[in-house]
């Protein structure tokens, strides 16, 4: 019989989450870098005359990242919200990878062909494992930050569409990562149930073992006897029945 409460947490040591956190932070430092207010900047940056793409960009980041968090915090007691969830955190980087797309063609280009020398460099880079174990606050963000070395020569370039189509890359793998993730969050509902299940499970469990200790063993085979009704009244009758047919007066 399954535990009770599953598993939860251990969201540090995904690839899903490092990924999330790095897509977040270079968000952030990307809206800082290439997205402006001012119609009177001499380059062709962004123009956000009310902050809503920079709003809208970091918002959908921030909700890729925090709901990767809570979906793996709620997977105890309920794997239908993990999963939804999850599908809440692909849906907003989804979001967020149209709005690089929108920066690169605002800018008269268009996005990396997955046949392109930068394209492939990008998507050949390979993660470290999570070397940690204790300290998972100090030990994720280092790590986080060291993956992220990685594609360091992309996000540093002062072009913002080489930095678009990088972020556009590295978000388009955390996506083929949590809809693999949440097809194993579904084959493990499948295999155990969700929390409700396994909690009506116990109780019935629960019910059988105390009507078990309050009734006598059957005469003929030893098995615990129930409570049974005849025209006739009431009397113990065999738990096996109708294998055995033993009976007791009440």
């Known amino acids: 019989m399954p535990a009770l409460f599953d598993k939860h947490g251990g969201f ?15 968000t952030l430092r990307f809206c800082r870098r290439f997205l402006t207010f001012d119609h009177r900047e001499a380059d062709a940056k962004f123009y956000d005359p009310k902050g809503r793409q920079y709003d809208q960009m ?17 997977s105890s007691t309920s794997k239908d919200t993990e999963m939804k969830l999850t599908d809440v955190a692909r849906a907003s980087l989804s979001e967020l990878r149209g709005d690089y797309e929108v920066v690169i063609l605002d800018r008269g280009q268009l996005p990396w062909s ?24 100090h030990e ?16 540093d370039a002062d072009d913002a569409v080489v930095v678009a189509n990088a972020m556009l890359i590295i978000i388009g793998r955390v996506l083929n990562m949590l809809k693999r993730q949440i097809e194993s ?6 295999e155990t149930g969700g929390f409700s299940e396994r909690l009506m499970t116990k109780r019935i ?32 009758g065999c738990s096996a029945f109708p294998d055995c047919k033993g009976t007791r007066a009440k």
Not at 141 to 147: D, I, L, P, V
Not at 185 to 190: L, S, V
């Open 58 to 74: 970091t918002q959908a980041a921030r909700s890729g990242r925090q709901n990767i968090i809570e979906g793996s915090e709620r």
């Open 114 to 137: 997955v046949h392109s020398p930068e394209a492939k460099a990008v998507n050949a880079i390979s993660l470290d494992a999570a070397p940690f174990a204790d300290d998972m606050v």
């Open 12 to 26: 540090r040591k995904l690839h899903t989450f490092t990924l999330a956190t790095i897509v977040q932070l270079e």
């Open 140 to 155: 994720s963000a280092k790590h986080a930050r060291n993956q992220r070395r990685h594609y360091a020569r992309w996000l």
């Open 185 to 190: 969050q579904g084959r493990a509902f499948e």
């Open 205 to 236: 469990e629960a019910r059988e073992q105390q009507q078990t200790a309050d009734t006598p063993d059957c005469p003929q085979c030893g098995k615990p006897m129930r409570k049974r009704k005849s025209a006739k009244g009431d009397f113990w």
